[in-house]
C-alpha cells in the first residue's frame, strides 16, 4: 500500500467513526498518522524537484490568486494592477506566476495570479507543489470561483479550501494559544486554565506520545480540538487570512449564494463590477494601516505614508527605520489617535491609521 492509499484508508475510517468518549483516543490516533503521512508525502514530492518559481516577495504585503483554470484570475488582476498578464478562454493560459502591483491608500500591494488550482494539488497534480509553494510566502490568499453555476461554485470552493488544509495552510484562523516546552525527563504535564471540551487532558498526553513527545510541559490557553494540537506539534501550518471572490457576475443567474459565503464579494471582472470594492476588501483584510512622519518643527509628509501592520508600535517604527533609533529612543509625540494633539508617547504606544508621529532620537 503506497502513502495516499493509507492516506485514503486513514480518512474513510475516521469518517466513518463516530466521534464520542470511547472513540477519542482511537480517533486521535487516526489524525495524528494522518498528520504524519500526510508531511510524509509532502517531502517526498518535494525531493522529487519540479519547475519552482523563485519568486521575490517586493512592495508592503503580498496577496495571491488561487483558483481552478479559467475563472478569470488573469482578468482581475489586470483589473486591479499594472500587470499584462495573458488572458483566454481556455483552461491553463497562466503557465507561469505573473506578478502585478497595486497601488491602494500609499501601499505598493504585490499581487499574484498563479497556474490554476486542481483537485489533487496537495498531492503534486497539477504543478500542484509548485504553485502551494508559492501560497506560503502570501499574506492574503484570494481563492477565485466561478459564480455563474451555484454548484460548481460550490464544488471549487470546497476543493480549493480542502487542498489548501491538506498542505497545511489555516486560513481565516489564528494559531491555537498551546505552549508545548519539551524536556529531558519527568513525562508529560499538561494543564489548563480554562474548561477543554473538544478534547481531555488524557487525550492531549495521548496525542504527544503519537508523536514521540514523552516529555514536556503543555499550557493550554483555549478551548483547543484534536486538530488544533495537531497542528502545534506539527509547527509547521501557515496561518493567513482570506477572501473569496465570486466572478463572472454579470453572467450568472442567482448570486444569492455567495451571501452565505463568509468574507466573499461578487465581482465581474469583465465590467469591472466591484473592483474598487474588491481593493478596499483586500486592504482591509491584510490588516495594513499608514503612518505619517513628521519632523521636529515641521510640516508631517502626507505624501507617502509608511504602510505597516495593526498593533505597530512606536518601537517597532524605531527598529523599521534604522536600529539606533530604537536604541537613543526619547520619546515620540502622536497626532490622531492620541488623547490630544501632539501627545508625548513612550515605544509602547499603539498606532492607529493615519497616526502622524514624531520621534524624538538622541543621547540622554
Given amino acids: 500500500m503506497d502513502i495516499q492509499e493509507e492516506i485514503k484508508k486513514i480518512e474513510d475510517e ?50 495571491l490568486f488561487v483558483g481552478f483554470p479559467s475563472v478569470g484570475k488573469s482578468t482581475i488582476l489586470n483589473k486591479i494592477t499594472r500587470a499584462d498578464s495573458k488572458i483566454g478562454e481556455y483552461d491553463f493560459t497562466t503557465l507561469t506566476v505573473i506578478p502585478g502591483v497595486m497601488e491602494y491608500n500609499g501601499a505598493k500591494i504585490q499581487v499574484l495570479d498563479v497556474p490554476g488550482l486542481v483537485e489533487g494539488a496537495a498531492e503534486g497534480k497539477g504543478r500542484g ?79 504527544m506520545q503519537e508523536f514521540k513527545i514523552n516529555n514536556a510541559d503543555v499550557t493550554i490557553r483555549e478551548n483547543i480540538s484534536q486538530d488544533q494540537l495537531i497542528d502545534v506539534i506539527m509547527g509547521n501550518r501557515i496561518y493567513v487570512p482570506a477572501i473569496v471572490i465570486g466572478n463572472k457576475v ?65 518601537k517597532d517604527i524605531c527598529i523599521k527605520i534604522h536600529r539606533e533609533f530604537d536604541e537613543y529612543f526619547r520619546f515620540a509625540r502622536v497626532w490622531g489617535s492620541s488623547k490630544f494633539e501632539g501627545q508625548k508617547v513612550g515605544s509602547s504606544y499603539v498606532l492607529k491609521d493615519k497616526d502622524v508621529i514624531e520621534l524624538r532620537i538622541g543621547k540622554q
Fill in 250 to 314: 454579470d453572467a450568472a443567474k442567482d448570486i444569492e449564494f455567495l451571501k452565505k459565503i463568509k468574507d466573499c464579494i461578487p465581482v465581474s471582472a469583465t465590467r469591472g463590477t466591484n473592483i474598487d470594492k474588491l481593493k478596499s476588501m483586500i486592504w482591509n483584510k491584510l490588516d495594513l494601516i499608514r503612518i505619517y512622519m513628521k519632523q521636529v518643527g515641521k510640516a508631517p509628509d502626507m505624501e507617502e505614508p509608511m504602510i505597516v501592520k495593526k498593533g505597530t508600535t512606536i
Fill in 14 to 63: 475516521i469518517r466513518n467513526t463516530k466521534y464520542n468518549k470511547a472513540t477519542q483516543f482511537h480517533v486521535g490516533k487516526l489524525k495524528a498518522k494522518l498528520a504524519k503521512l500526510r508531511e510524509e508525502q509532502k517531502k517526498k514530492a518535494v525531493g522529487k524537484g519540479g519547475l519552482g518559481y523563485g519568486l521575490k516577495k517586493e512592495g508592503d504585503a503580498t496577496a
Fill in 129 to 207: 507543489k509548485e504553485i502551494l509553494s508559492v501560497v506560503r510566502n502570501a499574506d492574503l490568499v484570494m481563492i477565485i470561483i466561478d459564480a455563474t453555476d451555484h454548484e460548481k461554485a460550490t464544488k471549487q470552493l470546497k476543493i480549493i479550501q480542502d487542498e489548501l488544509h491538506k498542505a497545511g495552510f489555516r486560513l481565516n484562523q489564528n494559531p491555537p494559544q498551546v505552549v508545548i516546552k519539551k524536556k529531558n525527563m519527568g513525562g508529560i504535564s499538561a494543564g489548563s486554565a480554562i474548561k477543554l471540551t473538544k478534547i481531555t487532558i488524557d487525550g492531549v498526553k495521548s496525542l
